[in-house]
């Protein structure tokens, strides 16, 4: 009897311990201020919200060869035909970005749908990774394609991703070239120096982290993958062509302006490259960072309103041509 009685206050106050620890902590989830209360009631808000559809949907089969076309499908993922080349930039099609836990992923939820689900792309030339982390490289994103498209990425990011079974992965380092050969011609990509960091969560190895110059055809359009303010861009600038387009990233930099530009600095290192049209990405897709989802890009249109004709698009799903 005595052992019994023992066992039931045991239980009991084990019972009330665990209601007192569980009340502290959603009294913290609910009021704390701290960055993780706040990941932990986005997180939880996010569990029964469905992303809105695209504001507008792309119609890459109807895109003319003799151009230059981009679509922004969401966050840093972008469809681009140059001239009859097909490239898609950091692959994020998954409703969650983050820890991938065997049954789901542990994460930031979109806030809007890809602008192409993976049946209405075009045939892919070329995957082209910016760095490792996971909002850019995407392993159950890159699972969904053919093994035998290739890939160009950082430096010491291979390794990621040749476990899902692609035989044609390319590492560029800063100032690397590689030159791709695809039934319609030549595409020259150059790894460029930018402002991040690389490593993946958690406890990863140091990662390298690109942009890219595209060529082709005679013309040249810049991926800025991710990137703070840095005057390297200046190194980019030629006297004798301009480029066509330059894809800048603009979003996350509350507080993490250490490794992301403000829309102002994004627009600041395309004029210092030299770009004619600028395409605000990295946006308005997950949340990330403390600013208001729809503030990057108010700030880059007041930033950009005296030029206004170098917007190349706002919205995801947009499509902008250059002859």
């Given at each position: 009897m005595a052992v019994n009685s023992t066992r039931r206050k045991f239980l009991k106050v084990s019972?009330?311990?665990?209601?007192v620890f569980a009340a502290a902590g959603a009294a913290w989830m609910g009021l704390s201020q701290s960055r993780l209360a706040r990941l932990a009631r986005q997180l939880a808000g996010d569990t029964l919200r469905a992303p809105a559809p695209p504001p507008v949907v792309p119609t890459p089969e109807r895109w003319d060869d003799q151009r230059i076309t981009f679509a922004w499908l969401g966050h840093a993922t972008l469809l681009i035909n140059f001239y009859g080349v097909h490239i898609l930039t950091d692959p994020v099609f998954s409703p969650r970005v983050g820890f991938n836990l065997g049954l789901g992923t542990l994460g930031p939820k979109r806030y809007y749908a890809p602008a192409l689900q993976l049946t209405r792309l075009p045939p892919i030339d070329l995957l082209l990774l910016s760095h490792a982390h996971m909002d850019h490289l995407d392993l159950p994103s890159l699972a969904k394609f053919k093994r035998t498209h290739p890939i160009v990425t950082a430096r010491e990011t291979a390794d990621l991703v040749r476990p899902l079974g692609f035989a044609r992965v390319t590492e560029l380092g800063w100032g690397d070239a590689s030159t791709l050969q695809t039934p319609r011609g030549e595409l020259r990509i150059e790894a460029f120096e930018v402002k991040h960091w690389g490593e993946r969560w958690p406890g990863d190895k140091p990662?390298?982290?690109n942009g890219y110059v595209l060529r082709r055809e005679g013309r040249a359009m810049i991926f800025g993958g991710d990137t703070a303010l840095t005057p390297l861009f200046r190194n980019l600038r030629s006297p004798h062509a301009?480029?066509?387009a330059a894809l800048m990233p603009i979003g996350a930099y509350d507080p993490w302006i250490r490794n992301h530009c403000t829309p102002e600095e994004a627009l600041q290192m395309a004029d210092m490259a030299g770009a004619e049209l600028v395409a605000p990405m990295h946006h308005s897709t997950f949340k990330l960072s403390d600013e208001p989802m729809n503030e990057p890009l108010e700030r880059f249109q007041?930033?950009?309103?005296?030029?206004r004709d170098r917007l190349a698009l706002t919205q995801i799903g947009e499509t902008a041509t250059i002859i």
């Open positions: 019972g009330a311990a665990a209601g990662r390298g982290y301009t480029y066509a007041k930033a950009i309103a005296q030029e």
